[in-house]
């Protein structure tokens, strides 16, 4: 024999334990449904790499080569070079032809050191790394300084026509890789990939 009303209906008297899913009584509405909790809430919306990164990245890559093919047409005739290089300098007596020749070789190695490092940071800056964009910034504003003042002096430098318009070239690649790489949907994927650093997924 049953006494108690609820006896026989799960939870007791009290009504179903919580997260019993029972059906409503007759004539009354469904539950209301509970979303799922949403995943990731907080993470930027995904970004593939946009063309300002790429074509900024490429014309940093296209100075970079136009300043090795200057470099290495310059180079191809060492002692011409060194003749120039006498002769722009023939009211110091302290600069001899040795000397200016060691401080050519010196400066050809540290100009491959430069461009080492300078690689190593624009496959950085194409990975997403703010950190090497900023490099980039730097170096690149240093150098678009000093083709305005090399292009400025360059009658007087000895320079060749074809040295000072490979030398243009390269300025104005420097700058446009600035400008694309300072832009805002660049900022914009370089901060999402900074966020994917910080949470493991980059």
């Known amino acids: 024999m049953t006494s108690g009303q609820g006896e026989n209906q799960p939870g007791g008297p009290y009504?179903?334990?919580q997260g019993w899913d029972a059906p409503p009584p007759p004539g009354q509405p469904p539950y209301p449904a509970y979303a799922p909790a949403p995943v990731g809430q907080g993470a930027p919306p995904a970004m593939e790499r946009p063309d300002t990164v790429r074509a900024g990245i490429g014309a940093f890559v296209a100075s970079l080569l136009v300043g090795l093919i200057s470099s290495v047409v310059?180079?191809?005739d060492f002692d011409a070079f060194v003749r120039r290089a006498v002769a722009?300098?023939?009211g110091n007596a302290d600069l001899t032809e040795s000397l200016i020749r060691t401080s050519l070789k010196i400066g050809i190695v540290v100009g491959l050191l430069f461009v080492a490092l300078q690689v190593m940071f624009?496959?950085?800056a194409w990975r997403g790394a703010n950190w090497a964009r900023i490099v980039l910034w730097v170096l690149g504003?240093?150098?678009v300084a000093a083709g305005l003042v090399g292009l400025s002096g360059s009658a007087s430098s000895g320079q060749t026509g074809f040295?000072?318009?490979m030398a243009v070239f390269q300025l104005i690649f420097t700058a446009a890789g600035i400008v694309l790489l300072a832009?805002?949907?660049s900022s914009e994927w370089y901060r999402f990939r900074s966020?994917?650093?910080a949470n493991g997924q980059g």
């Open 163 to 165: 040295t000072t318009s």
């Open 15 to 17: 009504g179903p334990p």
């Open 74 to 76: 310059t180079l191809s």
């Open 183 to 185: 832009l805002k949907t």
């Open 88 to 90: 722009a300098s023939a």
């Open 122 to 124: 624009i496959w950085f």
């Open 141 to 143: 504003g240093l150098q």
């Open 195 to 197: 966020w994917q650093r």
